[in-house]
């Protein structure tokens, strides 16, 4: 096993995601500390220019281009990525913590025997070798990880973890040919993009996330209109999805997405542990229900006890004014 560091680079629309740009800023940080090389494996259908683009963060880009790679697989794309750790054999795999790598990375790691941390937020390299931080039971425990120094570890980061670095020189890419399986246990005939022209909700630097207490599916206009001076994203709890006044791709949450903006405001939720197991690292939390007595007031950083029908109008208008000014 070498010493050096690996990351999984995710794209999206041809381009590598935000969160797979932090983890090439961290991956660079912790080879240059291990004194070992930072590799990126950039695999897909089409995606030279974001190789070129990884080429500027990582010592070497492993660059596999395949038209069978165009949509995730597990067998497609997994075998790949297996066949590329295990020929060059890093110490340790840096992954995102979204939909495709909670499916990937443990299925790699039991295939490798690699230790495997899901769902971590930071990282501590002050001592020797590395500590990963991963909270638990809704953030109400931090623990702190070391792997094995003779095992191999694959970790995957929520978004938002690190920040992005300026891009450097630009490194080697070398093109793999890894063979793909022509014949995939499962096929995905076709796919309907929802959210198109949305900020992706795990990347978005602002939530604003509805809970039941918004009472009707017309009554989120007022949180998009809030995302979107704010540049961010409207979330909503399961109950939300349940009711239907939202689509699944916007859930937050234990059984939806993990999130960790910049600034989280919770509107009419209770903050239920399932709904917190989803939110708890966002940096700012600010919470607004009328119940003084709700649990989402124990996680909020700023809490509001009002109705939200009569913040969100006032929130909306000094945006707006604020908007116009500048
Ligand atoms: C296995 C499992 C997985 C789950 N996964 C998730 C998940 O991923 N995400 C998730 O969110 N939940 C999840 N849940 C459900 C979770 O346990 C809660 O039931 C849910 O989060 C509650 O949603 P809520 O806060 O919107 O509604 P409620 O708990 O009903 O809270 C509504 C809140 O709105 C406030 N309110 C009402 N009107 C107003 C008003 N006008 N102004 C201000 N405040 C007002 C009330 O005081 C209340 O606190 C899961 C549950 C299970 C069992």
Redesign the pocket.
């Known amino acids: 096993m070498t010493r050096d560091v690996l990351v999984v680079v995710e794209c999206k629309d041809a381009k590598p995601r935000k969160a797979s740009l932090e983890l090439l800023s961290i991956g660079r940080e912790m080879a240059s500390r291990f004194s070992s090389t930072l590799l990126a494996v950039v695999s897909g259908s089409g995606l030279k220019d974001a190789a070129d683009t990884v080429a500027h963060y990582a010592g070497k880009t492993i660059f596999v281009d395949n038209p069978s790679l165009a949509e995730y697989g597990w067998d497609t794309c997994g075998s790949v990525l297996e066949n590329i750790l295990r020929k060059y054999d890093p110490m340790v795999v840096l992954g995102t913590s979204s939909v495709t790598g909670k499916d990937l990375f443990p299925r790699i790691a039991a295939r490798l025997s690699a230790a495997m941390v899901s769902d971590a937020v930071g990282i501590d390299l002050t001592g020797e070798g590395m500590k990963i931080k991963k909270p638990l039971y809704g953030g109400k425990v931090i623990s702190w990880l070391a792997p094995k120094a003779d095992s191999k570890a694959i970790v995957t980061f929520r978004p938002n973890s690190f920040t992005v670095a300026d891009a450097g020189e630009k490194g080697e890419i070398i093109e793999e040919a890894v063979a793909v399986d022509g014949n995939p246990a499962m096929r995905i005939l076709s796919s309907e993009k929802k959210t198109s022209g949305k900020v992706d909700l795990q990347e978005a630097d602002f939530i604003i996330c509805?809970?039941?207490?918004?009472?009707a599916a017309e009554n989120f206009a007022m949180l998009d209109e809030i995302a979107d001076l704010m540049g961010g994203r409207t979330g909503?709890?399961?109950?939300?999805?349940d009711s239907k006044w939202r689509e699944y791709d916007d859930?937050?949450?234990?059984?939806?997405?993990t999130v960790s903006p910049k600034l989280y405001i919770?509107?009419?939720?209770?903050?239920?542990?399932?709904?917190i197991?989803?939110m708890d690292t966002s940096r700012v939390i600010v919470a607004?229900?009328?119940?003084p007595n709700?649990?989402?007031f124990q996680y909020a950083d700023y809490g509001i006890v009002?109705?939200?029908?009569?913040?969100l109008p006032a929130l909306k208008d000094e945006l707006k004014k604020t908007r116009e000014e500048t």
């Open positions: 509805g809970g039941r207490g918004m009472k909503a709890s399961r109950t939300v999805i859930q937050i949450g234990k059984s939806g997405k919770g509107c009419a939720l209770s903050g239920a542990l399932h709904h197991m989803g607004i229900n009328k119940d709700a649990p989402i009002d109705d939200v029908f009569a913040v």
